[in-house]
């Protein structure tokens, strides 16, 4: 028997989630509210290109820095959140060992081992208060622990996601004389790019695909038409 078969098997996980989600939050923001707009420009302005492009750069560049702010906010908060969290576990295994023994021994428990092998596997994993306090994180209280780059990470990706979602509606209007006109391409180039990029986010979601692409070209429409009616009727 080969005993090394199980060596040519190499699992293919989604190892980079993180990512993917600041993408599709920059992604989603970046095509959808510029898209709107603009829409809502051109029924404001419509011989106005030069302001229309200035407003969606503009817009651009603020939705790109509030989003990214955000993400490097909730990244922060996520390790200062885990930082306290493993010091109270500390806390509890210095103060209260026999509790955070017993815990972990009903962990292997419910895995299913024999009361002797429990009580082996609880020995071996407290004699390192770090390997301790990491696996009652962990096991406990469900938490990773942090990538400490993961706020600038998390800044970039979605600020950048968001430029480059932005152009996608806005880049029309650099080419056309007026507002109306634009607005007909970057309706046909936005809504296909919210259709793809709402099939791909379904399909890493594990949504149906078709559906998700669907719901997501449809939410872009109503924003930019909602925007564009809108406009129309303050400017009578």
């Given at each position: 028997?080969?005993?090394?078969?199980?060596?040519?098997?190499?699992?293919?996980?989604?190892?980079?989630?993180?990512?993917?989600?600041?993408?599709?939050?920059?992604m989603s923001d970046g095509l959808t509210v510029p898209f709107a707009l603009a829409a809502g420009l051109s029924g404001a302005v419509n011989d106005n290109v030069h302001l229309i492009v200035v407003a969606g750069i503009a817009e651009i560049a603020a939705g790109s820095i509030a989003m990214g702010l955000g993400g490097y906010l909730s990244g922060k908060t996520e390790q200062e959140h885990y930082a306290n969290e493993l010091k109270r576990e500390y806390d509890e295994i210095e103060?209260?060992?026999?509790?955070?023994?017993?815990?972990?021994?009903?962990?292997?428990?419910?895995?299913?081992?024999?009361?002797?092998?429990?009580?082996?596997?609880?020995?071996?994993?407290?004699?390192?208060?770090?390997?301790?306090?990491?696996?009652?994180?962990?096991?406990?209280?469900?938490?990773?622990?942090?990538?400490?780059?993961?706020?600038?990470?998390?800044?970039?990706n979605i600020g950048a996601s968001y430029v480059v979602g932005g152009l996608i509606p806005l880049s029309p209007y650099f080419f056309v004389s007026n507002g109306i006109e634009g607005l007909k391409i970057s309706a046909i180039v936005t809504l296909v790019c919210l259709f793809i990029f709402g099939y791909f986010k379904s399909k890493l979601t594990g949504t149906p695909a078709f559906q998700g692409a669907i719901k997501v070209a449809v939410?872009?429409?109503?924003?930019?038409?909602?925007?564009?009616?809108?406009?129309?009727?303050?400017?009578g």
């Open positions: 028997m080969d005993t090394h078969l199980h060596h040519d098997h190499v699992e293919q996980h989604l190892t980079s989630s993180e990512t993917l989600t600041d993408i599709v939050i920059g103060n209260l060992p026999l509790v955070e023994r017993e815990e972990v021994r009903i962990f292997f428990e419910g895995l299913g081992l024999s009361s002797s092998v429990q009580e082996q596997a609880v020995e071996e994993l407290i004699k390192d208060k770090h390997r301790w306090a990491d696996f009652m994180m962990k096991h406990e209280l469900g938490l990773e622990k942090p990538d400490p780059r993961r706020a600038g990470k998390s800044a970039f939410i872009g429409a109503i924003a930019a038409g909602c925007a564009f009616g809108i406009a129309k009727l303050i400017g």
